[in-house]
């Protein structure tokens, strides 16, 4: 598949926000990295992503075949840390690459905009041990830290499961 890879603009916003919500929310997502079975509501909006992409310690990265927009990730500089979020893929184009492909060229091109950064970190549901695995094979390691889930007016947690953010990390 050729793929195309480059920064997120202000007329990408709809396109991103519709892949992250229904890769993340959308009850019948067929997706494997779906939250629906233990939050309810959305996860970003647009007034969101516009606020991202006007931060200059972020970068949203886009992969896109025939201009259409596939799959969405963000870098974001703290300190001498680039934490990496909002990583979603099309549900109907899930395990076929893209994703391992963006994470990639993300991870690269953060590294020639940010050279004094040290260290990727990204925090994942502690409970979602198949995406756990699955950044494992990509470098990260588990540092045995939690976090509290953050609290929003835009989801409801739909378990009673206690929600905890597992913290993973790869040096760069």
Same mark, same amino acid.
């Given at each position: 598949?050729?793929?195309?890879?480059?920064?997120?603009?202000?007329?990408?916003? *709809?396109?991103?926000?519709?892949?992250?919500?229904? %890769?993340?929310?959308?009850?019948?997502?067929?997706?494997?990295?779906?939250?629906?079975?233990?939050?309810?509501?959305?996860?970003?909006?647009?007034?969101?992503? @516009? @606020?991202?992409?006007?931060?200059?310690?972020?970068?949203?990265?886009?992969? &896109? &075949?025939?201009? /259409?927009?596939?799959?969405?990730?963000?870098?974001? *500089?703290?300190?001498? %840390?680039? +934490?990496?979020?909002?990583?979603?893929?099309?549900? @109907?184009?899930?395990?076929?690459?893209?994703? /391992?492909?963006?994470?990639?060229?993300?991870?690269?091109? %953060? &590294? @020639?905009?940010?050279?004094?950064?040290?260290?990727?970190?990204?925090?994942? +549901?502690?409970?979602?041990?198949?995406?756990?695995?699955?950044?494992?094979?990509?470098?990260?390691?588990?540092?045995?830290?939690?976090?509290?889930?953050? *609290?929003? $007016?835009?989801?409801?947690?739909?378990?009673?499961? $206690?929600? /905890?953010?597992?913290?993973?990390? *790869?040096?760069?």
């Amino acid at each position: 598949m050729d793929l195309e890879f480059c920064e997120a603009k202000k007329e990408n916003i *709809k396109d991103m926000e519709n892949i992250i919500n229904t %890769a993340y929310r959308k009850i019948s997502s067929n997706g494997w990295t779906g939250e629906s079975h233990l939050l309810s509501g959305i996860r970003v909006n647009e007034y969101m992503l @516009e @606020e991202i992409l006007k931060d200059e310690n972020i970068r949203t990265f886009l992969a &896109k &075949k025939d201009d /259409k927009v596939l799959a969405t990730i963000q870098v974001k *500089k703290e300190s001498s %840390a680039l +934490i990496i979020g909002l990583f979603a893929v099309c549900t @109907e184009v899930q395990s076929s690459g893209i994703g /391992k492909k963006l994470l990639d060229f993300a991870e690269n091109r %953060a &590294k @020639e905009i940010f050279k004094d950064c040290t260290k990727f970190v990204m925090e994942v +549901i502690s409970s979602r041990s198949e995406l756990i695995a699955y950044y494992n094979r990509r470098g990260y390691k588990n540092t045995d830290v939690y976090l509290e889930f953050p *609290k929003s $007016e835009l989801w409801t947690p739909t378990t009673n499961e $206690e929600l /905890k953010l597992l913290v993973l990390e *790869k040096e760069i």
